[in-house]
């Protein structure tokens, strides 16, 4: 089965420290994001990546970081200077070309501090 | 930043009832495209309208888009309890880069 798959589905944070959250695709998609949802709130960018070795910042990049090393993983880095980093993180892919291609979501990853 | 808006933020409905919900945006679109997201799931996604089209169904669901009032709905008829979930819509806003800007979303609760 084709899919995206993000481990952990829950993470705890201790106070300075950084913490990775898992991005696999098996869908062979170029483009890979991540998003950060808050309760009651929509989904915010927070990086994407349209092709090995490069992505982008969001709109919420600050206290995050992340690498695309190969095509089917994109690991998010949860740095310690990111104060505030209780939330549902989800990745999602999609096909480059047309404009009309839906992304693909995974279940994303709860991270709360300790 | 976020593009879109949807209204309303919570809607209560029974079963085989229909739902509507609408979205507003700011900047000229692609497209535009409605996701469901179950409770601590990820989001799926329902149906796209391109910018040049005004209706499209899928199965129960019906998306329309008006431009020039940067305005599109989702109808969800005869409602089922499976349907309980948020809906959100995301634009697909012109610039270089594919990127969707996702709203708030509506939570839609449906009645046995």
């Known amino acids: 089965d084709g899919g995206i798959t993000q481990s952990p589905k829950y993470l705890f944070r201790k106070e300075g420290q950084n913490v990775t959250l898992s991005c696999e695709q098996n869908?062979?998609?170029?483009?890979m994001y991540w998003y950060r949802q808050d309760p009651g709130q929509g989904l915010r960018l927070i990086y994407y990546s349209q092709i090995v070795n490069d992505f982008q910042k969001g709109d919420i990049a600050e206290g995050y970081s992340v690498s695309r090393e190969k095509k089917e993983s994109f690991p998010l880095t949860v740095t310690s200077a990111q104060k505030n980093p209780t939330a549902f993180y989800l990745c999602?892919?999609?096909?480059?070309?047309?404009?009309?291609?839906?992304?693909?979501f995974g279940d994303g990853t709860r991270l709360s501090i300790l | 930043s976020q593009q879109g808006e949807e209204d309303p933020q919570a809607l209560s409905i029974q079963e085989g009832e229909n739902a509507t919900m609408n979205c507003s945006y700011k900047?000229?679109?692609?497209?535009l495209q409605w996701y469901r997201q179950n409770s601590g799931r990820g989001l799926v996604h329902l149906i796209l309208?391109?910018?040049?089209?005004r209706e499209k169904h899928s199965g129960r669901l019906r998306v329309t888009l008006d431009t020039s009032k940067k305005s599109s709905s989702l109808l969800i008829t005869a409602s089922r309890a499976a349907d309980t979930a948020s809906y959100f819509c995301?634009?697909?806003?012109?610039?270089?880069?594919?990127?969707?800007?996702f709203g708030a979303g509506t939570t839609v609760t449906v009645r046995a």
């Open positions: 900047t000229s679109i692609n497209n």
């Open positions: 999602a892919s999609s096909i480059l070309g047309d404009r009309g291609q839906p992304q693909h």
């Open positions: 869908l062979n998609h170029d483009a």
């Open positions: 995301a634009t697909d806003v012109r610039s270089v880069d594919y990127k969707l800007s």
């Open positions: 309208i391109r910018s040049n089209e």
